[in-house]
């Protein structure tokens, strides 16, 4: 009995800790921490698909708590293309335009075009708030820009996730090399300051995969109530390695791969326990002779063909597989 005490006041005691530290969200990198995926890539419209980019274009949302009342900024890290990240063919010559909206249009939830997975729908819905193009200027090699200051009030207002919606459009509007560049979400112009309670998010993510056998890039999709199973399409997988999906439930599951410049789609059952919580797409590199420079484009459909979203911070944690274990009743020998 002394022992049963001194557990149950273990265990009052981590819960009241659990209590006492909030679980906040710091979300600002794109790609967030735990994804570990060094740029998202995006390419000039005269690029060639089998280069790992199905469209040209991106898509990214940012959300914003309601009760933060301060000006923030998105900021993007080396948008220009032709320094040290960006994926050179034959000359630098391409050009790369990030656009910020807000207002109605820019709540994909609400408004489904403004997703950019309907071919020949216009996505650039909203209020435009800020618009560049970049070249090849050295100045921002390397370096971030800023957009902003932008006002919470000027998203679109999601009353479920009690936040505003703010959508970041990247399109290669010339040239054919590729663009490598990441965000982060700040309350400051020239440093990465976290909005408490702040995420992104996007539909369809192109991404590039490091050029290192011992890193496993990760994405997160959120599965929200009502999901019994999702078809996930990826593209262009370039024969690098393996793509499996851990959960909660699932030790680790393998996905068809696609070919270069193929699209290829797959079936994956959702199990009770992995409701209203994240899956860990694992992208694991192919070992051997190191595929380098692999561009990767991955979606994600429920089986009533909506759009699943990947959370730069996955909703309720990364998610660990536990074991099932079961208990075998010891009958006393007579």
């Given at each position: 009995m002394k022992f049963e005490r001194s557990i149950y006041k273990i265990l009052v005691f981590i819960s009241f800790i659990g209590i006492m530290i909030p679980v906040q969200i710091l979300a600002q990198a794109v790609p967030g921490k735990d994804e570990n995926i060094p740029f998202l890539v995006t390419f000039g419209k005269e690029g060639k698909i089998s280069w790992g980019?199905?469209?040209?274009?991106?898509?990214?949302?940012?959300?914003?708590?309601?009760?933060?009342?301060?000006?923030?900024?998105?900021?993007?890290?080396?948008?220009?293309?032709?320094?040290?990240?960006?994926?050179?063919?034959?000359?630098f010559n391409s050009k790369t335009m990030f656009s910020v909206y807000g207002g109605k249009g820019a709540d994909p939830e609400v408004h489904e075009e403004s997703r950019g997975l309907l071919n020949g729908v216009n996505f650039k819905m909203g209020n435009l708030l800020a618009s560049r193009v970049f070249?090849?200027?050295?100045?921002?090699?390397?370096?971030?820009?800023s957009f902003g200051p932008l006002n919470p009030t000027e998203g679109e207002f999601n009353q479920k996730w009690n936040s505003y919606i703010f959508k970041v459009v990247i399109e290669g509007?010339?040239?054919?090399?590729?663009?490598?560049?990441?965000?982060?979400?700040?309350?400051?112009?020239?440093?990465?300051?976290?909005?408490?309670?702040?995420?992104?998010?996007?539909?369809?993510?192109?991404?590039?995969?490091?050029?290192?056998?011992?890193?496993?890039?990760?994405?997160?999709?959120?599965?929200?109530?009502?999901i019994v199973s999702i078809k996930q399409s990826n593209f262009d997988w370039d024969n690098d390695g393996k793509i499996m999906v851990v959960s909660k439930y699932k030790r680790g599951i393998v996905v068809p791969l696609s070919n270069e410049a193929e699209w290829i789609k797959s079936?994956?059952?959702?199990?009770?326990?992995?409701?209203?919580?994240?899956?860990?797409?694992?992208?694991?590199?192919?070992?051997?002779e190191l595929v380098k420079n692999n561009n990767v484009v991955?979606?994600?459909?429920?089986?009533?063909?909506?759009?699943?979203?990947?959370?730069?911070?996955?909703?309720?944690?990364?998610?660990?597989?536990?074991?099932?274990?079961?208990?075998?009743?010891?009958?006393?020998?007579?």
């Open positions: 980019d199905d469209d040209f274009n991106q898509i990214f949302f940012f959300s914003i708590p309601k009760d933060f009342n301060q000006q923030f900024f998105i900021r993007v890290f080396d948008p220009d293309c032709g320094g040290e990240h960006d994926e050179i063919q034959g000359e070249g090849t200027e050295a100045r921002y090699d390397n370096k971030y820009y509007v010339a040239g054919d090399d590729g663009n490598l560049y990441r965000f982060f979400l700040s309350r400051d112009a020239n440093s990465n300051l976290a909005i408490e309670g702040a995420n992104a998010f996007t539909y369809e993510y192109t991404f590039r995969m490091w050029n290192d056998f011992k890193s496993i890039a990760h994405i997160y999709p959120y599965i929200d109530t009502g079936q994956i059952p959702v199990e009770p326990a992995e409701v209203n919580s994240s899956l860990d797409f694992q992208f694991h590199k192919r070992q051997g991955i979606t994600l459909e429920n089986q009533r063909g909506d759009a699943l979203k990947f959370y730069s911070s996955p909703i309720g944690g990364v998610p660990v597989y536990v074991p099932k274990t079961s208990v075998t009743k010891i009958e006393p020998k007579k």
